[in-house]
Structures are given as C-alpha cells and as structure tokens.
C-alpha cells in the first residue's frame, strides 16, 4: 500500500473516549495488527488542499480546521474503524466547485482506485461515500468500478460530509455526525 500513503488513510486514531476540536487525531503508528481491514472504503471526492504538511498515511487526520476530528468520533468504536480511507479523485484541491469532473478525469481516477481496491485484496467491500458530490460522482461511475473489480454490483452507503461548510446539516457538532452517519449506514456493518 506504500504507493497510496500520501493520499489514503485508514479510519484510525489515537484512542479517546471521544474526539473533538481539541483531540489528537493523528495517524497512529504503533498499535495497528488486527485494526486495519478493507471489509470498508470510506471514500471522499478529493484530498484537500491542507497548509498541513503531509506525511504518510495523514490524509483525514488532519487539524481541526478539516473537521477530519468528525469522522473520528463518527467510526469510534464502530465495525468500520480501521477501514480503509482514500479519494475517488486524485487532485489536491479544497475548491469543490473548481474540480475537475469530466468523464475523462474520472475514468481515470477510477482506475487509480481500483489499482488500490485491487493492493488491498477487498472483497466486496461497504463503500461509505462522504458527501453528496462524491455520491453523484461515485454513481455515475460505479459500473464502471465493479466492473473493473469482478462484481455485479457494489454495496454503496452516503453520508454527510463533516466540512464546516456543511454545518447546516451536522450543527458543527461531531456527536450531531456521529448519529448521521450511524443513521445512515444503520445495520450495514
């Protein structure tokens, strides 16, 4: 998986009774046999441009300003901690509007997707989609990506996004997102 460590993750943390503003959400490095599966995909539009300096595996771990604490406290304690975390699209870009989506662009990434889907050895992994654009994006393209992984069909589940810009939803409240997303995938662990 070394060739994905600068834009994927996994869907773990420092250990907390719950994370907030505050908490330490940086990828750990020890503690991780057992933890880390691909039984999910936790699967965002796009790595953010990030002022942070990146280091491997530290996309969604991110300060506070990227409320990427939201998700910690979302797959605390879940069946879906330690999944795996990656982005449909390659470019760095915090701008959603200037993204590139053309079918051409997405193709391709796709294929980027499928090239880590395929490293990972996932079989017929929950993609738990952040965001309504990732969900457009995702649909429009997912034949195309269970095709390329020998499937009929994927099992798909959208969730909120936790960006700031999306407060109206979530009340910029990680304990509000965590019931969304818990809501959302109800009994699909």
């Known amino acids: 998986m070394a060739p994905y460590q600068m834009t994927a993750s996994w869907a773990v943390w420092p250990p907390a009774d719950s994370y907030n503003r505050a908490s330490d959400i940086s990828f750990p490095t020890e503690g991780l046999n057992g933890a880390l599966h691909s039984r999910s995909i936790i699967l965002g539009l796009n790595p953010g441009d990030s002022l942070v300096e990146r280091l491997p595996w530290h996309n969604f ?7 990427d604490h939201f998700l910690a406290e979302a797959f605390r304690g879940t069946a879906h901690w330690g999944a795996y975390m990656t982005d449909l699209l390659t470019e760095v870009n915090s701008k959603s509007k200037t993204l590139d989506l053309s079918p051409g662009t997405i193709r391709r990434d796709v294929a980027v997707l499928t090239e880590q889907l395929h490293a990972l050895q996932a079989a017929d992994p929950l993609f738990i989609v952040i965001g309504k654009k990732t969900g457009e994006a995702f649909a429009k393209h997912e034949r195309d990506l ?5 499937m009929a069909r994927l099992r798909s589940v959208t969730v909120p996004h936790y960006s700031a810009a999306n407060s109206r939803v979530h009340g910029n409240n990680p304990a509000t997102y965590r019931r969304l997303v818990a809501n959302a995938l109800g009994n699909t662990a």
């Open 61 to 67: 771990h991110a300060g506070p300003r990227h409320n």
């Open 146 to 150: 269970a095709r390329a992984l020998n």
